[in-house]
């Protein structure tokens, strides 16, 4: 039994609301510590719908009036909702008068304060708790907004939509009036009001309309938006191009904001994006940043279309904008970079991403599908299920009915539904019925299983090869694993996207059985059944498979091949996802058995042969290159263990880089000189991919140095690291310093900090990377706990938080997994120290146990501990409650 007040909310429950809110005119008068808000909707019975009372959602606030058609009428507060039980049958004015408490909104949802300005974050409940409303997706209303505040204190006032008037009041106050034509949902509604300044860029769009694009922050800020605003442009330009759907306001806005629970908003018109997901210039941030930022505008924009123009259902369709809007920004990056190479790099990015965070996701206490069927939070359902893998699911839609196929289905769903709130259903049935006869159309009640089964299922592929025939016989078996609530699960549909190679490493023709030719070298097979074969023939010896290339599905593989085809492959398929893939099964191949059976790692030959001849290469780029020499993270290695020993891992780990380190150091040395960059920054593939590969390199030769008690690498990294000239380098250098415990990584820290001590979301960066580093003897967990005194450090900033604390929890398993179980009682505290001030931020890190009973003993015990100690906690919120009652049960 859940424990706990809130009520699980089951998708098959969905009801249309009694009442449409089809305008709303909203005022504000701005005051940190009491905001009034006046409402005045136009409402309309549901004809469609049984009569019932208007429930209106309010949460956390101060009511002060209702009327309907300018009279007071009786009402109830019932929990958080205002319910009114003699609304008129026709259409009425609804005015509620109420106040609301911005700076004591720590939760960060609502209307809030952050450094001296007013900000909102209205997805996806968040509009309650600024007035009473219909606060949920499906309906849609027209808003008109007045804002009043401050002159001198909030010189910008913003809304969605356009600016009609703005002008002086009494009082040193001023006003502005915003209109959006667009009917929209309350998550999408936005205020800004703040001391301000916007970079602005007019353009023309293809069809000849013009429109003002303004990226709005903090005074000293306005050098580092460039970059987001050149993303902007490039993402209006490119949805435009590849998807036909124009930008459709004559204002586009972004504003950034420190104090924020994610990434960034997509509010129409009016984008709220977190500081650290919009601000960048070299000096203080990465290659990595830099490209994390243009996919993140890339997102918000794409939402326009997908998300705001349509709309989600309900909240169970969350993934219909979310995984489809992943989909856009990753094609979108991959469009940028141009290059097949670069293309290559950022699918390889984006899947280790997904094994990463979703995988775990899938075979822990928090699975679910990609539509849920239930929910307690719905805050715990921004995840990467809905968001990775929900990209997963519409990739595979293209790749079945094909690019242009997929064009033609989404000027469809345009068609179909421009305007309204549908489900993933309706998005289905575009893009099938878009593409009668297709590989989807046949089997498009199986494909949606993706929708409604979590989990990641399971490929097993064997080969025959039939000398005498000339034939091979690829077998393809599909396993679906129980996850919780799900037992029994049916196939699903699979795209294979493979080639076959020969020994020399030439690319075969493929011909099936049956078929009259080869068709190309390359092609897609559906595995549906749990079962299938495929015969290819016209074959002289057992071919070499390139199976689930471009990691045509999110599943787990399991080819067979042995070392020597993974050789193969990584030598010269044709498919860089799977050169890089057999990169690391060659990896993993060698640090699973340690791993198991606790043995000593010894390096053999022929892996560091091949390592060494992808470091030479004159063919493979720099980018691919570091990509491929990274070892798979210690989460992924544990994500293949039945029996997770998180220190065990990180000795294997730790043993595997130093032999790597020691066996290529020339090779490393060669490759840190070949990998310079010269002359003004730019974060392009060509010179991010040379500087992700000097980085790695010297990384690797200060590890070995430290071993071996030489102080030239050492040397050279602290000299790098002072006279960098961006900071992916100076980063670089000062991670190969810590990482490897070298003398000078304190010296370099100090002066880190007292270079960057007025820049966030730098300090936010050194937090981090001490967070992160790898354990020895407990001194990183010790040095955690000591940096939470530290007077930069504070738990009521988000960015702050996870800088340190998920640093630590989340990404550095060997830190915090300890015999002693004092990681777990940080972890613990921190959870419910955090829960008071934002249960949104306490929920992400409650789901650090998510896969405790998959650990090893004493780690498994300690960590129920904990997890009881947190559960024992009365009065937790919904959001942290949902994440440890489903650990625990
Ligand atoms: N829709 C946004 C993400 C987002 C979700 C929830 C938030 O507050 C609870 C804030 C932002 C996106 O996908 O970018
Ligand atoms: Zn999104």
Redesign the pocket.
């Known amino acids: 039994m859940r424990e706990g007040t809130a009520p699980l909310i089951h998708r098959e429950d969905y009801c249309a609301p009694v009442y449409w809110i089809r305008t709303v005119d909203l005022c504000f008068d701005l005051e940190p510590a009491k905001t009034l808000v006046t409402s005045k909707m136009q409402i309309e019975r549901n004809s469609a719908v049984a009569h019932g009372p208007l429930r209106l959602h309010g949460e956390e606030l101060t009511l002060l009036r209702v009327l309907i058609n300018g009279e007071s009428v009786s009402f109830r507060q019932e929990g958080d909702e205002l319910v009114i039980d003699n609304a008129p049958d026709a259409d009425f004015a609804l005015e509620i008068r109420n106040t609301c408490a911005p700076e004591k909104n720590t939760a960060l949802?609502g209307l809030y304060t952050s450094g001296g300005g007013f900000f909102t974050?209205c997805?996806?409940e968040?509009f309650r708790r600024i007035t009473y409303f219909l606060d949920r997706p499906d309906v849609m209303a027209v808003y008109s907004v007045l804002l009043r505040a401050d002159k001198a204190r909030y010189p910008v006032l913003l809304s969605n939509g356009n600016l009609l008037e703005q002008g002086a009041l009494d009082n040193g106050r001023h006003f502005a009036k915003w209109h959006d034509p667009f009917p929209k949902p309350s998550y999408l509604f936005a205020l800004v009001a703040g001391d301000l300044v916007a970079r602005e860029q007019r353009i023309t769009t293809r069809s000849g309309k013009d429109h003002l694009l303004q990226v709005y922050v903090r005074r000293g800020d306005l050098e580092k938006t460039e970059h987001a605003m050149n993303s902007l442009i490039a993402s209006i330009a490119w949805d435009e191009a590849r998807f036909k759907l124009p930008l459709d306001l004559e204002r586009f806005m972004i504003v950034g904001v420190s104090d924020?629970?994610?990434?960034?908003?997509?509010n129409k018109g009016l984008n709220i994006f977190n500081t650290s997901a919009l601000l960048v210039s070299p000096a203080t941030a990465t290659d990595a940043d830099f490209n994390r930022i243009e996919a993140?505008v890339a997102?918000?924009y794409f939402?326009n279309w997908t998300?705001n123009r349509v709309t989600c259902r309900d909240w169970f369709q969350l993934s219909l904008?979310?995984g489809l809007?992943v989909f856009r920004d990753q094609e979108f990056s991959m469009d940028m970079a141009a290059a097949p190479s670069a293309r290559a790099v950022k699918r390889i990015e984006d899947v280790r991403n997904l094994r990463a965070m979703q995988f775990p996701e899938d075979s822990g206490a928090m699975a679910h599908a990609v539509r849920p069927d239930s929910y307690v939070e719905i805050?715990n359902f921004?995840t990467p299920t809905i968001?990775e893998k929900g990209a997963e699911v519409v990739r595979m839609y293209q790749t079945l009915v094909g690019r242009e196929g997929f064009e033609k289905g989404m000027t469809l769903y345009f068609e179909r539904h421009d305007g309204q709130a549908v489900t993933c259903d309706d998005f289905a049935a575009a893009i099938n019925d878009a593409n009668p006869g297709s590989e989807l159309s046949t089997r498009l009640d199986a494909f949606k299983r993706w929708y409604s089964q979590a989990g990641t299922p399971r490929v097993q592929a064997r080969g025959r090869f039939d000398a005498s025939a000339r034939t091979w016989t690829l077998d393809l078996a599909q396993a679906n694993p129980p996850t919780p609530g799900q037992d029994d699960k049916l196939s699903q549909v699979i795209p294979v996207r493979m080639g076959l190679l020969s020994h020399a490493g030439a690319a075969l023709p493929l011909q099936l059985q049956g078929e009259d030719a080869a068709a190309g070298t390359e092609r897609v097979l559906v595995l549906d059944k749990a079962e299938q074969s495929f015969t290819f023939v016209g074959l002289d010896e057992a071919p070499v498979a390139s199976l689930l290339r471009q990691f045509s599905a999110p599943v787990v593989l399991d080819d067979g091949l042995t070392d020597a085809e993974l050789l193969v492959l990584l030598k010269f398929d044709t498919d860089a996802f799977n050169r890089w893939e057999a990169s690391q099964r060659l990896a993993l191949n060698r640090l699973l058995p340690v791993v198991r059976s606790g043995e000593e790692l010894t390096l053999d030959t022929a892996y560091i042969d091949g390592m060494r001849a992808v470091l030479r290469s004159d063919q493979l780029d720099s980018a691919f290159k570091a990509l491929a020499l990274t070892l798979p993270s210690e989460g992924y290695i544990a994500e293949q263990l039945d029996v997770i020993d998180p220190q065990r891992i990180h000795a294997a780990v730790g043993t595997m880089q130093l032999q790597l380190a020691r066996a290529l150091r020339d090779d490393w040395q060669a490759a840190f000189e070949a990998n310079q960059v010269a002359g003004g920054y730019s974060a392009d593939p060509v010179s991010s991919g040379k500087r992700a590969l000097a980085n790695l390199a010297l990384q690797m030769l200060v590890l070995d140095a430290v071993q071996t008690g030489n102080d030239i690498w050492p040397g050279r990294a602290y000299q790098r690291f002072k006279d960098a000239g961006n900071m992916t380098e100076r980063m670089g250098a000062l991670t190969a310093l810590v990482f490897a415990r070298a003398g000078l990584a304190q010296p370099a820290l100090e002066r880190f900090h007292a270079l960057f001590k007025h820049e966030p979301l730098v300090i936010d960066k050194w937090f981090a990377l001490q967070g992160r580093a790898p354990e020895l003897d407990g001194q990183v967990f010790a040095r955690v706990k000591q940096l939470m005194q530290h007077p930069d450090f504070s738990l009521k900033n988000p960015n702050r938080a996870r800088s340190l604390i998920f640093s630590l929890c989340l990404f550095n398993p060997a830190a915090f997994h300890r015999t002693d179980a004092a990681g777990y009682v940080f972890w613990a505290d921190r959870v419910l120290e955090l829960d008071a001030i934002n249960p949104?931020v306490a929920g992400r890190l409650a789901r650090v146990m998510d896969r405790w009973t998959k650990l090893a003993e004493p780690y498994r015990s300690a960590a129920h501990e904990a997890l009881a100690r947190v559960a024992a906690k009365p009065d937790l919120s919904s959001d942290v409650r949902e994440v440890i009652d489903r650990a625990l049960n």
């Open positions: 949802s974050q997805e996806a968040g924020f629970n994610m990434g960034a908003m997509e993140i997102h918000e939402h998300g904008k979310e809007t805050n921004y968001y949104q």
